[in-house]
């Protein structure tokens, strides 16, 4: 690599908002692994590990916490006057509502949509291959990420 990209990325990780972003997330990721561990069973490192780093839906938000934690830093670093807030504020919402909307709703229906195939397929004797149920959020999930990541 070259010393310019080496002195872009030192730039990069001393960054306030790719920190406050790195960290929100990382902090929702940790929680919602710690959660899941007392109410839930992991089975397997796999699934412990996909939980950690990627597993959507479940408390707190993690999407929700780090576009939250994103437009606090802009605020803080920019005024809440800045077009920059102003458009960090937007896409937050944009975010925080398809958390709580529309991922949740397709993955109920997902739920529905793999019940049903699977009922058909065992009286039809029709393979059936299940869709993947994405997990959307509770409200107070959402409420939970957003405050992390105001914090």
Do not use: Y
């Not at 576009?67 to 807030?85: C, M």
């Not at 919402?93 to 195939?117: H, K, M, W």
């Amino acid at each position: 690599m070259s010393q310019k990209v080496i002195e872009q990325l030192v730039q990069l990780i001393h960054n306030p908002l790719f920190l406050s972003a790195v960290s929100s997330w990382l902090i929702s990721q940790f929680l919602k692994t710690v959660i899941t561990l007392f109410t839930h069973s992991i089975t397997s490192f796999k699934q412990f590990i996909e939980l950690i780093l990627w597993r959507t839906g479940g408390m707190p938000s993690s999407h929700s916490a780090l576009v939250s934690s994103i437009t606090t830093a802009i605020g803080f670093k920019n005024g809440i006057n800045s077009d920059l807030f102003i458009f960090s504020c937007c896409f937050s919402l944009i975010v925080i509502r398809d958390a709580v909307g529309v991922r949740r709703s397709s993955g109920l229906q997902a739920r529905t949509l793999n019940e049903f195939g699977t009922k058909v397929s065992g009286t039809l004797k029709i393979p059936f291959k299940p869709v993947k149920e994405i997990q959307g959020h509770r409200p107070m999930e959402v409420v939970a990420g957003i405050l992390l990541g105001f914090l």
